[in-house]
């Protein structure tokens, strides 16, 4: 299935890139799945994505958990804790 | 619409008025001004001067995470009118960041819904701040005390609050 992936502020840098559009097998059906699929590429994404660094997630655009559900046509964004105000 | 994001500065007399509508039944008028400040981003006050900031944001994200605050603290608090206007874009120390106007009939109200939407904005709304020192660039790191700030709304208060 296909998503849109986006990636915010400093997780931006960290990978080089602000987004992409991912085709991933229907398998990876959480936002915790998709963590782990991005991480797989090792480097930035494995340093920048690890488990325990401070990261959020949102699901077409509505803040999301691990275990959120991602489906076809999805857009997912992953930032860091927000510092606005 | 309660919720702006814009680059440019805005007048917060100008944006009063234009909330109050002198309303007869508006009886407080609760504001809140966040400024751009020279040093001390994040939780590490180690004297460093910030000569300019880049405030990013999740266009889309934004103002429905801005609008969800504004709806619960209408819903939480006996308030009439809310606005919320957030810059982005490079600005300097002594720059306006953030308004945020309350209207009520009684100034408790309006209080606590006006803190309410900072704490909450300052933890939910999907803001990053960069900023430009003498030593280079960098992100500011979120601050435990705001997730504090905005935990002290949870639960929902109750009617003896």
Known sequence: MKVKVLYLASLREQLGKPGEDLEIAPAVSTVAGLRTLLMARGGAWQTALA???ALRVAVNQEMAQPTTSVKPGDEVAFFPPVTGG | MPVRIQTKDFDAGVEIAALRRDNPKTGAVASFIGVCRDGNGGDAN???VVTKMTLEHYPGMTEKALEKIVAEAKTRWDVMEVLVVHRVGELKPADQIVL???TGAHRGEAF???EFIMDYL???APFWKKEETPQ???WVEARASDDEAAQRWEPPKSSAA
Do not use: I, L, N
């Open chain 1, 51 to 53: 488990q325990g660094k």
């Open chain 2, 46 to 48: 180690d004297g460093t």
């Open chain 2, 100 to 102: 945020v106007v309350v």
């Open chain 2, 112 to 114: 606590a819904a006006c």
């Open chain 2, 122 to 124: 300052k933890t939910r």
């Open chain 2, 136 to 138: 280079g660039a960098r």
